[in-house]
């Protein structure tokens, strides 16, 4: 099965989602699954990712490879962003064959999280505050990156603390249900064909 992400933001995000998706293919028996994050064309921030034209031509560019498109974006405090997913969804089905998949999914509030779902937490941290948080990335995701001394490292630390949450993806998936739960429980559906 071949899988491409679909991130809003390419150069920070691909750190990320790329060790979270593949720990997910791993835990559902699926560790063959080729994972690839679409790099071109790139997406440059959340309304070119909402885009349809932007999505179809992924789609036509990718569809004789990929067997699943999976676009995750920010949540960033829009409750309506799910129903603006679910469109996408819908309009991508239209443009896929029957053999291909197009998922979309919204990261709670931001991806970030994820790379610290799989962490112990600074003392006094709380993890229902996190989620909550509508600026996350900014209020615990970086200040957690400066504790590691990983500023400087490829996407500012994202590398090194998304392949770590990766190795504790069942950590990862129980703290983020909203979010890794959902996607999860669609990429079963498929799998079970």
Not at 133 to 138: I, L, R, W
Request: charged share 35%.
């Amino acid at each position: 099965m071949n899988i491409m992400i679909i991130p809003e933001d390419f150069p920070k995000d691909r750190y990320v989602l790329e060790p979270i998706i593949r720990a997910m293919f791993k835990y559902l028996k699926k560790p063959m699954t080729k994972v690839e994050v679409c790099g071109s064309p790139r997406l440059r921030g959340i309304h070119q990712a909402l885009k349809t034209e932007r999505i179809k031509e992924i789609i036509d560019q990718y569809k004789y490879y990929v067997d699943v498109f999976l676009l995750i974006v920010d949540r960033d405090g829009v409750k309506d962003r799910r129903k603006n997913l679910d469109k996408l969804e819908e309009f991508a089905k239209r443009h896929v064959s029957n053999h291909h998949h197009f998922l979309a999914e919204n990261a709670w509030q931001e991806v970030e999280v994820w790379a610290l779902a799989g962490h112990e937490l600074p003392k006094g941290w709380d993890w229902k505050e996190i989620r909550r948080e509508s600026n996350p990335k900014e209020a615990y995701f970086e200040p957690f990156v400066k504790t590691r001394n990983l500023l400087d490292e490829p996407g500012g630390g994202r590398k090194t603390l998304a392949e770590e949450s990766a190795r504790k993806y069942q950590s990862v998936k129980k703290r983020c249900p909203e979010d890794i739960g959902a996607l999860e429980e669609k990429i079963r559906a498929i799998l079970r064909g």
